[in-house]
Nanobody
Framework: QVQLVESGGGLVQSGGSLTVSCVTS????????MAWFRQPPGKERELVAS???????YYQEPFRGRFTISRDNAKNTMLLQMNNLKPEDTAVYYC????????WGRGTQVTVSS
């Protein structure tokens, strides 16, 4: 069973920056698709950004220009660098590996204060 562990969440002020990390127990060099999702309080989980092993990246519109997704296949790690954070970015951030099957981490809480 593949295990993913997110870290790096915390409390940050509006306008600040934070980088969250995801380490997987799998060798991700051959994993085509990885992604960051988030779930704000009281809302459904939503896609933030994805990255393939080409690599090519995709960002949902609200995050373009503020967030940067990257992966380090040698370290089996995926990162999400978040800049100019806003209170509405408060959420639990989850990493996902693969499409079918998909594996998820347990999430890391990011809280942005106004």
């Amino acid at each position: 069973q593949v295990q993913l562990v997110e870290s790096g969440g915390g409390l940050v002020q509006s306008g600040g920056s934070l980088t969250v990390s995801c380490v997987t127990s799998d060798n991700i060099a051959d994993v085509y698709y990885m992604a960051w999702f988030r779930q704000p309080p009281g809302k459904e989980r939503e896609l933030v950004a994805s990255i393939t092993n080409n690599p090519s990246t995709y960002y949902q519109e609200p995050f373009r220009g503020r967030f940067t997704i990257s992966r380090d296949n040698a370290k089996n790690t995926m990162l999400l660098q978040m800049n100019n954070l806003k209170p509405e970015d408060t959420a639990v951030y989850y990493c996902r590996q693969g499409v079918a099957p998909a594996f998820w981490g347990r999430g890391t809480q990011v809280t942005v204060s106004s």
